[in-house]
């Protein structure tokens, strides 16, 4: 099986093959079940998924006026060219799946649980990540996180990687072994609360202007 590694951080990406997959018209599936699909270049007002799993498939350039993924189950999905701004995604499981130039601006995700995932070149700027949780490796590689927030999540282990992290804020948190280093992290919100994470010796100048934002303090 293809990984895609930064550092010492290695996911494990979904097994796809192209002749194995079938088009569809629809991501709802029957009986709840939807496997070794193709959905591409779909314009809709509403996506509203409940209770339902995705397996085995590819979607791409799916774009949405308004989302909300509740209790939805990914296995071996990736998501390439996709506008799902505003999404609201909840109560889910997620593993073995990539977003590759997606738009996520301003999404919610809660209680949303990660295993082999990775985010390449995406904006999440203004989204807010509630009690994710990482139970295994999970990458953001290139992304655009302006003032995305990180609140009550586990992202122990997680890699981030040339990202734009400007007024990202981590409010609460579990961060052991988050590897942040390559990042630029002067303008982090929430220091205090990066507790055992990685970063190189660099870094600890763009960690105290950080630090020193957050207590307000002045430079005389």
Aim: charged share 25%; proline share 1%; net charge negative.
């Amino acid at each position: 099986m293809d990984t895609h590694t930064v550092r010492e951080t290695s996911v494990t990406l979904p097994d796809l093959d192209d002749a194995d997959l079938d088009e569809v018209d629809s991501l709802e599936g029957e009986h709840g079940k939807l496997r070794d699909f193709r959905y591409a270049d779909a314009s809709l007002r509403e996506l509203a998924l409940s209770g339902i799993q995705l397996m085995d498939g590819r979607v791409s350039g799916l774009t949405t006026q308004r989302a909300r993924l509740d209790d939805v189950s990914l296995h071996s999905v990736e998501f390439s060219g996709c506008d799902l701004s505003g999404l609201r995604w909840v109560d889910s499981k997620l593993s073995r799946v990539t977003f590759t130039d997606c738009k996520l601006l301003g999404a919610v995700w809660e209680n949303v649980t990660l295993g082999d995932v990775v985010f390449e070149r995406c904006k999440l700027d203004y989204t807010a990540f509630t009690r994710l949780r990482a139970i295994g490796s999970v990458i953001f590689i290139g992304c655009s996180l302006q003032e995305a927030r990180f609140v009550g999540s586990d992202l122990s282990g997680v890699a981030f990687d040339g990202c734009d992290l400007h007024l990202t804020e981590f409010d609460g948190g579990t961060y052991r072994g988050c590897d942040l280093r390559g990042n630029d992290l002067s303008g982090v919100r929430g220091v205090s609360t990066l507790k055992k994470i990685i970063i190189d010796r660099p870094q600890l100048q763009g960690l105290a202007q950080a630090l020193a934002a957050d207590l307000e303090i002045s430079v005389g």
